[in-house]
């Protein structure tokens, strides 16, 4: 009985401590900072619904703090405004201003987040040689042993041993410099200033940063902390996402857009087919071959035709050394009337109308060693689209595969792999959801909102993961869903867009309304698992509007005498920015610079051509350079489209007026803000004219925010804190996130400590 009865009482025991290690790991795991963000969240939108009892955890939220309207960056664009959330710090200092900027010296515009660029592999072009010398070393060392087990003299060993050695060495060094690239690529992030997150980090915190945009390439955080990048992340082209279409209807062709669409035609609607997927281009050992080589010719000094005759050749020599520009893999179709079957790297399946594959891994053979020791390896879906009246087979960009990580997109840099065995395969790829094809003409609505669902329902099921295993103290997510949905639904939202059709109101309107329900059902999620000390945090970068016309401000500058043209100024997209280095084609040919005093780049950024600034700047900095400033200022705010009668030109921003602490060799001269409605036209933002300054914007891309007046589309903040300003804006998150974990804000931070 006492054996029993003390055996009862070690079982009790044991267990109330297990009981009381739990409590306490429980407590000890609750985060002390925990940030949810929805890029695009409109407060309007918010309110209304919360209103009409569609949003619960929003609305316990703004009982439980506060609920206020954001003030964003201005622009009041996502990769300026995270950026400036993330680091506390005006655009002008984390240098973070548009989507694309203006390299120092130069006329050609750039991605803004993130910088492609190369690194020296190993050795380099010494590489064959070094590792063949080795091999040769080792194979002399070898014989050595083995002549001296056969009793042979020291000298003749050592003889036979060197003559073998260099034998091997001389065999060796051309394979494999043939199978080691001399240089593989890198990217550099843009951004200035340090992450809340890294400075908590660097003092001891544990944190989870998830899909924040403008942190491509992924941080070297401390021990314990996590990094999944977001925006700025390319897919596998590089780019910022390029679907492919195979279709047999030849009379398709893509409708105007910013971004790319691969686009594959077939031979016929029905029967056996062979086709092929493009992906990634071959940058190791082609492209970068090819640079290397217009280097030195151009140092050589050769004229502009001896350098392409070369660039011919070895182009040619490439090819016949197996070296394509890009890699394809080929695709094997089966279409009768009722279905498609498909093969493509191992793998096929079969699909009905309107069906999706599930995850296609591909991996795209570069040579024996590259594919045993960093194999090249993408994802991505098939959708049937069409049957009839002609074939079309959709094919979602090409993402990096989470094993594929050749520069680093999560820390440590196998924590995207770990993370898919518990979830199953996501997206990679910054810009996930497919907001390309329908403005093509592809897919339509149905595409996006099952693209769209798809992706969220990956990264909702990482959020879970996370809250539940990781003993963060800080973690912080951002999804993009509600202002993709923003994009793409606006016409509909809007009785005064052109667009606007009576009979699909409702729809979308339903659609808007499950996308904030979803919201506020991750918000409630994410809410029950931290703690009630916890600080919890809800906020968007920039609110919606709709974008029912469109300004050309490169047109307007061409009508007035300012930029002047050299030849036919042809349509432009992102296709031609991100493959310029593949291509090696001027992306603003068209323009005489010699001639040209200003000039529109991004989403309302204008450059004024300075003297000793610009290649061939014709403006003298000072007086000339204020005049010409002021002359556009007053001319674009005076502007007036005859159309409304409206003045759609709000404020046209100098950069003084706008920042402090920028960078003048980088910083665009003037920023345009539009007032509601207007948005800078799709060619601006590259660069290109259209033929009026003012016209519809007749794209399914139809709600917009990045050139208005920042304070016309605020954010939204919720947080469990009283505030204590009554106008707070997202440059003031970072410092106070700082404060509540106990670290004291810099004091030349631009942000304030808002609770």
Request: proline fraction near 6%; include cysteine; charge should be negative.
């Amino acid at each position: 009985m006492d054996d029993r009865f003390r055996s009862w009482r070690g079982r009790l025991l044991a267990a109330l401590c297990a009981l009381a290690l739990l409590t306490v790991s429980t407590v000890w795991a609750e985060p002390e900072v925990m940030v949810l963000g929805f890029d695009g969240a409109d407060p309007a939108l918010v309110q209304r619904y919360m209103d009409e009892g569609l949003l619960p955890n929003l609305q316990a939220l703004s009982h439980e703090g506060h609920f206020t309207p954001l003030m964003p960056t201005n622009p009041p664009q996502t990769p300026v405004s995270w950026a400036a959330f993330s680091t506390g710090l005006n655009p002008g200092r984390t240098q973070i201003f548009d989507f694309l900027y203006k390299k120092k010296n130069s006329y050609m515009p750039d991605f803004a987040l993130a910088t492609a660029g190369k690194r020296t592999f190993l050795f380099g072009e010494r590489n064959g040689q070094v590792i063949a010398a080795a091999a040769g070393l080792l194979l002399a060392l070898l014989l050595v042993l083995l002549l001296k087990m056969l009793r042979r003299g020291w000298l003749t060993s050592l003889g036979l041993a060197l003559v073998g050695g260099g034998a091997a060495t001389l065999l060796l060094a051309a394979p494999v410099a043939a199978l080691l690239p001399v240089e593989v690529p890198t990217a550099t992030n843009n951004r200035q200033g340090t992450p809340f997150w890294t400075l908590a980090a660097e003092a001891g915190k544990k944190v989870g940063v998830l899909r924040v945009p403008v942190t491509f390439p992924a941080e070297e955080l401390p021990a314990g902390s996590t990094m999944l990048s977001g925006l700025g992340v390319p897919d596998m082209r590089r780019r910022v996402g390029s679907p492919t279409l195979f279709t047999s209807d030849r009379t398709f062709r893509k409708r105007q857009n910013q971004f790319s669409l691969e686009f594959k035609e077939l031979p016929a609607r029905r029967g056996v087919m062979e086709t092929s997927l493009i992906g990634p281009f071959n940058y190791p050992f082609h492209v970068f071959v090819l640079e290397r080589a217009r280097e030195q010719w151009k140092a050589q000094g050769l004229s502009a035709a001896e350098r392409k005759e070369r660039e011919k050749a070895l182009t040619e020599q490439l090819l016949e050394n197996g070296q394509p520009r890009e890699f394809t893999l080929p695709l094997h179709l089966e279409v009768d009337d009722r279905s498609l079957r498909w093969e493509i790297s191992g793998q096929r399946g079969e699909l009905h109308v309107g069906e999706w594959s599930d995850w296609v891994v591909l991996d795209f053979p570069v040579n024996w060693v590259i594919d045993r020791l960093q194999p090249l390896r993408g994802m991505g879906r098939f959708k049937l689209v069409a049957l009839e009246p002609e074939l079309q087979l959709y094919f979602s960009p090409v993402n990096f595969h989470p094993s594929c990580h050749p520069v680093n997109y999560s820390w440590p840099p196998d924590w995207a792999e770990k993370m898919s065995r518990k979830i199953g395969l996501f997206k990679t790829q910054g810009w996930a959801i497919d907001t390309w094809s329908p403005p093509s003409g592809v897919g339509g609505i149905d595409l996006f909102i099952e693209d769209m669902n798809f992706t969220v329902d990956g990264y909702e099921r990482m959020m879970d993961v996370a809250l539940a295993e990781d003993d963060l103290d800080v973690y912080v997510q951002i999804f993009y869903f509600t202002d993709r949905a923003g994009h793409m639904f606006w016409q509909q939202l809007d009785p005064e867009h052109p667009l606007y059709d009576p009979a699909l109101a409702e729809r979308y309107e339903q659609e808007m309304r499950e996308v904030y329900q979803r919201m506020d059902r991750l918000v409630g999620k994410a809410r029950r698992a931290a703690g009630p000390e916890t600080l919890f945090l809800v906020l968007s970068d920039h609110g919606f509007s709709s974008f029912r016309r469109q300004i050309n401000i490169n047109t307007w500058l061409y009508q007035h005498g300012y930029l002047a043209l050299s030849g036919q100024v042809g349509t432009r997209n992102l296709e031609q920015l991100f493959d310029k280095h593949v291509t090696n084609v001027n992306v603003l040919s068209g323009i005489d610079w010699s001639r040209t005093r200003a000039w529109a780049m991004g989403l309302g950024s204008i450059y004024v051509n300075v003297v000793g600034r610009e290649p061939q700047g014709i403006v003298m900095p000072g007086e000339e350079y204020e005049q010409v400033v002021a002359e556009i200022k007053q001319g674009l705010e005076s502007a007036v489209d005859e159309a409304t009668g409206l003045h759609p030109v709000a404020r046209v921003y100098t950069r003084d007026e706008m920042y402090e602490g920028y960078d003048p060799e980088r910083m665009a001269d003037l920023r345009m803000a539009n007032i509601l409605g207007y948005r800078v036209s799709w060619q601006d933002a590259l660069g290109g004219l259209s033929t009026k300054v003012f016209e519809d914007n007749r794209r399914v891309w139809s709600g917009d925010h990045c050139s208005l007046d920042p304070a016309e589309v605020r954010g939204i903040l919720f947080v469990n804190r009283p505030l204590k300003v009554d106008d707070p804006a997202i440059m003031d998150i970072a410092p106070s996130i700082l404060a509540t974990l106990g670290l004291e804000p810099d004091a030349r931070l631009d942000g304030r400590v808002i609770w």
